[in-house]
């Protein structure tokens, strides 16, 4: 069974920075892309990172320079560092794994919240 957990989620000051983190477990880890998704109040889920299984990062334009995505695959762990941290960052994120070969993510965390105030 895949299990995607994450941590790390928090209230934190406009301008301040949070380290998300997300294990996997019951799947081969390597060979898959894993992202970092965000929904707000009222808000479609978004795609806000994206990291392939050899190294290639995708973000989205409100976070490029801001966010960092990064895996560890001896651990089978992804983290995003969010550094300049805005109000409209503001939203449950969501770690979601793409199997290779597939064309969606079908694994996603249970979601971890990021409040950050003026």
């Known amino acids: 069974q895949v299990q995607l957990v994450e941590s790390g989620g928090g209230l934190v000051q406009a301008g301040g920075s949070l380290t998300l983190d997300c294990a996997a477990s019951?799947?081969?880890?390597?060979?898959?892309?894993m992202g970092w998704y965000r929904q707000a109040p009222g808000n479609q889920r978004e795609l806000v990172a994206t990291?392939?299984?050899?190294?290639?990062?995708n973000y989205a334009d409100s976070v490029k320079g801001r966010f960092t995505i990064s895996r560890d695959n001896a651990k089978n762990t992804v983290h995003l560092q969010m550094n300049s941290l805005h109000p409209e960052d503001t939203a449950v994120y969501y770690c979601?794994?793409?199997?290779?070969?597939?064309?969606?993510?079908?694994?996603w965390g249970q979601g971890t919240q990021v409040t950050v105030s003026l």
């Open positions: 979601s794994l793409k199997r290779s070969g597939f064309p969606v993510y079908d694994y």
């Open positions: 990291i392939s299984s050899g190294g290639s990062t």
């Open positions: 019951g799947i081969i880890f390597r060979p898959n892309t």
